[in-house]
């Protein structure tokens, strides 16, 4: 939670160069990086080896899979009944709730077609074209969820992706969603009095099966026209952290 907190106060307050080492990460293995899109400056903050180390995205990959989706016109109410992210279940939950709240099950039962998602991916920098043959192989549920190890992102792919969002024709529908995530979903943490910050967490569990996940987070602030986007890798927590 301090995490995204912090970076997110550092996206409103656009003062990354003039933040100390150790600020954020404190006694935490991960990466926080900020761009600043005014002026292209970027901030960045690492700790341990986390830093170059790509992992799934996880539920970051519900950005290509909520575009996608949208697009197709296939955001359908689904009935969550548990053995999702919320153990009791969600309920009747439709593409925003479940995008904010990250519902596991919503996104298993309204898959998107395989194609259209592999390009909504592409075009949002999720992937690189060499990588969209191997993917074609992956399970739908694994993709779709961002599980696979064929599916992989370092914290600077995630960066780099992010801060093209604004300036693209899939920003019109994926602000409001990421703005429902940090309004009322799982980015609440991120929440800050008069901004409208855009966000989105994922939980990447570890490939050796031990376990052990890594948490993401991705905000852009403000979310109507945003100024700085933030990148935050915890090596071992989870994406609400």
């Avoid at 600043?36 to 990959?61: I, K, T, V, Y």
């Avoid at 925003?96 to 919503?106: D, G, I, T, V, Y």
């Amino acid at each position: 939670m301090w995490a995204i907190e912090m970076a997110a106060l550092l996206a409103l307050a656009s003062y990354a160069a003039d933040t100390g080492p150790g600020r954020f990460l404190k006694e935490r293995d991960g990466t926080v990086l900020v761009a600043d899109l005014a002026s292209g400056g970027r901030f960045a903050e690492r700790r341990g080896g986390a830093a170059e180390r790509a992992a799934p995205p996880a539920s970051l990959f519900k950005i290509a899979d909520a575009l996608a989706l949208s697009r197709a016109g296939r955001p359908a109410l689904v009935l969550c009944r548990g053995g999702c992210s919320l153990r009791p279940g969600h309920g009747a939950v439709g593409l925003r709730a479940a995008f904010a709240q990250s519902c596991n099950n919503f996104f298993r039962q309204r898959l998107p077609e395989r194609e259209p998602l592999l390009l909504a991916a592409l075009e949002l920098g999720l992937i690189r074209l060499s990588a969209i043959p191997a993917l074609r192989r992956v399970p739908m549920g694994e993709l779709a969820l961002g599980a696979s190890p064929e599916l992989t992102l370092t914290p600077e792919d995630l960066l780099e992706a992010a801060t093209r969002w604004p300036k693209g024709p899939a920003w019109a529908i994926l602000k409001p969603l990421m703005s429902a995530c940090v309004a009322e979903g799982t980015c609440s943490s991120a929440r800050l009095p008069g901004l409208a910050v855009a966000g989105k967490t994922g939980t990447a569990p570890a490939p050796d099966g031990s376990g052990v996940t890594s948490g993401w987070f991705v905000g852009l602030a403000p979310a109507e026209a945003p100024r700085a986007v933030v990148v935050v890798f915890l090596d071992r927590g989870q994406g609400r952290d």
